[in-house]
């Protein structure tokens, strides 16, 4: 580089190949010092993250530092320039950075350095992973709940700055066009905005959610909107990251209704489920059901508000990571501001930054390293040696300076932390609470989709899977002790010499077998069954499923795949709990 940034002579640069970055062992980082207390926690962030890849690696892997400006610090070198050019073309050559917090200068005309950011860089995809770490003072009963990856949208929704300000030469023009050339109906003197949200925009965002759940073993992807109101801009986020993971991922991937409806509540081993909720659901759920996340993928404003509002949940902003991403170029950032009334007074948490730097070492698969963080972490604040932040609020707590903290996190990693100890734990207790969930949707699938935020919408929602069925020569007192050895009313009868699949329900016994006096162990099935048998799609909606059923006077239906294949029954009872419950979906 020429100007003000060098970089070190040991390292060499991170590649892309295949789509693939690709690590050498001894990678130049570039690193951005930040503003205000950005120089404090900086500095201990890079003894940490140093000690940790020394001592996972024994010295065969070594990161090599470039800083980079931005901030004040760049003012004062490059003529007042905030973010100069030779920055922005070092962030692009080097594909992974991390920054300290910075200052938006005063001033009319100025953006965010944030914001310049991710649009010069086009740093799509705001990544904020939000997890409980023991000893950490939370408001919530179980913070250990909490473990979820936030995807935000970086570049659309009302982020896009297309305003018009109320009284304005060009709110009036778009005004009248609303009115005069649209139909549309709001007050006089509106601010108005437009809210953009692309296919391209959505799809790339989903992929990038995806792909994260796939290399990570994440059990979930949930798309987070509002479609319910905004049909074609949050909604149509919704229909085009479905359509994304059915055309990108379709091997991999399954929605949550055919995780009922085809699998009865079990996650095949290797797949993610695709979900959705609406966006207020979500924040009830991150506060009442917060294990039942573990991806969101969700716009640029839903996820402003969402991941500030998840990470209070579990200590606040202050130890919140997180990073802006393109498809190569990786950022990683404190997520707080520069809190100048602290600056170099070696007092602040340096959470943020460090684990934003622990995102970065899993980014570049040195896993072992940022593992060790975490779990030295975690010692350090359970025995309550803590910055001044967390020491108010923990009894009997020993306040450390910033420095101070970091070399406990280092004294702790190169003492004698078990790494395998700590990571067999996690992993025993991410598998049994997956256990968990999913015995609850296998035994009480209603109640489980109640309880997880999961509005019914179509037979698939609510139809019980895997429907009984026996032959059409099976005789009716073999079939009568099949219904009640399986605690179920009705049976599906497979098509026999006339072709047609058909039902046999309790009612059809009364009617045909019990009243007439006939036997029925000299009686088959297919005499008795209701034919042809009333079926429907998987993707019905309830009200044309209720309305099928008033039509034809039955009492259920069979829901059929593709194939036309039974794969479940819905009954008028199933409709009336779900419309008891949820009221008639929108």
């Excluded at 023991?134 to 305003?163: K, M």
């Excluded at 990108?248 to 079990?266: A, N, P, R």
């Excluded at 520069?338 to 934003?356: C, M, R, W």
Aim: aromatic share 8%.
């Amino acid at each position: 580089m020429t100007g003000h940034i060098s970089y070190p002579s040991g390292g060499q640069k991170i590649t892309v190949k295949d789509g693939k970055i690709q690590v050498p062992d001894e990678p130049v980082l570039g690193y951005v010092e930040g503003d205000g207390i950005g120089p404090d926690i900086t500095k201990a962030s890079m003894r940490i993250w140093d000690a940790a890849v020394q001592k996972a690696y024994g010295g065969k892997r070594k990161i090599h530092w470039a800083e980079l400006y931005m901030g004040e610090k760049a003012a004062g070198l490059y003529d007042g320039d905030y973010f100069p050019e030779e920055t922005k073309e070092a962030l692009k050559d080097l594909l992974v950075s991390i920054k300290g917090p910075l200052t938006t200068p005063v001033g009319g005309g100025f953006r965010s350095l944030n914001v310049a950011l991710r649009q010069d860089l086009d740093l799509y995809a705001c990544v904020r992973p939000v997890r409980h770490y023991d000893g950490v003072p939370s408001p919530l009963r179980h913070p250990e709940d909490v473990d979820v990856v936030i995807f935000r949208e970086n570049t659309e929704d009302v982020y896009a700055g297309i305003e018009y300000q109320s009284g304005s030469d060009d709110n009036r023009k778009v005004a009248d066009f609303l009115r005069k050339e649209m139909g549309e109906r709001f007050f006089e003197d509106a601010g108005l905005g437009v809210k953009p949200i692309s296919e391209f925009g959505s799809k790339r965002l989903v992929r990038k959610a995806i792909q994260y759940a796939i290399d990570n073993n994440r059990e979930s992807v949930t798309l987070v909107h509002k479609g319910n109101i905004m049909k074609f801009t949050e909604g149509a986020f919704r229909h085009w990251g479905y359509e994304l993971a059915r055309e990108e991922f379709g091997d991999v991937t399954i929605t949550e209704e055919e995780l009922y409806s085809t699998y009865g509540g079990k996650r095949p081993e290797g797949k993610v489920v695709i979900k959705d909720r609406i966006a207020d659901i979500i924040f009830q759920m991150m506060l009442l059901r917060p294990n039942e996340f573990d991806v969101l993928a969700t716009m640029n404003l839903n996820g402003d508000y969402l991941s500030d509002a998840v990470a209070a949940e579990v200590g606040g902003v202050g130890i919140a990571p997180g990073a802006n991403m393109s498809d190569n170029i990786a950022v990683f950032e404190a997520t707080h501001g520069t809190a100048p009334k602290y600056a170099n007074q070696d007092k602040v948490n340096p959470g943020s930054l460090l684990f934003s730097g622990v995102m970065m070492l899993h980014h570049i698969g040195w896993s072992e390293a940022a593992d060790l963080i975490t779990a030295a972490y975690e010692q350090v604040v359970t025995s309550k040696i803590v910055t001044y932040d967390f020491a108010r609020q923990i009894e009997g707590a020993a306040e450390v300076r910033t420095s101070q903290f970091a070399d406990a996190i280092i004294a702790e990693m190169q003492g004698d932390l078990d790494l395998d100890q700590f990571r067999s734990e996690r992993d025993q207790a991410i598998e049994k609470d997956r256990k968990a969930r999913e015995l609850r949707r296998v035994s009480s699938p209603l109640e489980e989709m109640v309880a997880s935020g999961r509005i019914p919408h179509t037979v698939a929602d609510l139809m019980n899977p895997n429907p009984v069925s026996v032959p059409a020569e099976t005789n009716v007192e073999d079939a009568m002790h099949l219904m009640r050895e399986k605690r179920i009313s009705s049976v599906i009868v497979r098509p026999g010499d006339d072709g047609q699949w058909g039902i046999m329900t309790q009612r059809d016994v009364l009617a045909r077998i019990v009243q007439p006096s006939r036997r029925p162990n000299t009686v088959k099935v297919g005499e008795v069954a209701s034919k042809p048998l009333v079926t429907v799609p998987v993707d019905m909606t309830l009200q044309e499923c209720a309305e099928k059923m008033g039509g034809s006077n039955i009492r259920r239906c069979a829901v059929t795949d593709k194939d036309q294949e039974p794969i479940g029954i819905i009954s008028d009872t199933d409709i009336f709990a779900s419309v008891e419950q949820f009221g008639l979906p929108e």
